[in-house]
């Protein structure tokens, strides 16, 4: 069965400085790996992910995320924080077996607080 | 191209009753899955439909269950409410890719169970 971790459940940064949301994930074989974040009372909007290729993904909004095999790290991370990017983020992963479906294994989730 | 609706948006019930909650996916999207967050046990998989088949079922009791309509819409049913099935509950559709493609999510319904 696959895992994801999401050891902060909090971080807090400040405005124009660079973010760094931590992700580790179990699973067997090669996983397809996302970032999807969640403003209040919205459903989750998908950020970006990693399926195979370049380990330095790069999404939506100057979101940026660096898959390292040997680490089972996923890592979410921005140059320069806005105030606006505060809110939750959750990784997800899939197992890339054909009957695994669509189905995604979420975190804990992480909340990001940028101050000005 | 429109998102994935959700239908309603808010729901308060009582123990005991039941509720259907209704999705619909993006135009062209075949695969449906739901969702269950809480504060407490997160975001967790509930049941995946592509083609009007269940593809995949979380662990989740038998009082949840869910079905897929020839035009992809989905609900999803719970019967016997009780206090611990407050959540938010979220639907999302994707194209069925094997090279991973991402799912699109909607707002959510917020059920409440009094």
């Known amino acids: 069965a696959q895992s994801v971790a999401q050891p902060e459940d909090q971080v807090n940064v400040a405005e124009g400085n660079p973010l760094t949301v931590k992700c580790t994930y179990s699973?067997?074989?090669?996983?397809?790996l996302f970032w999807y974040v969640q403003y209040p009372n919205r459903g989750l909007q998908f950020l970006l992910k990693y399926i195979t290729g370049d380990n330095l993904v790069k999404g939506s909004y100057g979101f940026e995320a660096e898959f390292n095999k040997s680490q089972t790290s996923f890592h979410l991370k921005k140059p320069s924080a806005l105030v606006s990017d505060s809110a939750l983020y959750f990784c997800a992963v899939r197992a890339p077996q054909n009957n695994a479906g669509n189905m995604l294994t979420f975190g804990g989730g992480t909340r990001l607080m940028v101050k000005p | 191209k429109a998102g994935v609706t959700q239908t309603p948006r808010y729901l308060i019930k009582t123990r005991g009753q039941q509720v259907t909650l209704s999705c619909s996916p993006i135009?062209?999207?075949?695969?449906v899955s739901w969702y269950q967050q809480t504060p407490g046990q997160g975001l967790q998989f509930l049941f995946e439909?592509?083609?009007?088949?269940?593809?995949n079922k979380g662990n989740f009791p038998g009082r949840f269950s869910g079905r897929q309509f020839s035009n992809s819409r989905s609900e999803m049913n719970v019967s016997t409410l009780e206090l611990g099935d407050s959540a938010l509950y979220l639907c999302?559709?994707?194209?069925?890719?094997?090279?991973?493609?991402?799912?699109?999510f909607g707002p959510g319904t917020r059920l409440t169970v009094l």
């Open positions: 999302a559709s994707s194209l069925l890719d094997r090279a991973g493609g991402e799912q699109f």
């Open positions: 439909y592509f083609s009007e088949t269940q593809r």
């Open positions: 135009s062209g999207h075949r695969s």
């Open positions: 699973v067997s074989g090669n996983p397809y």
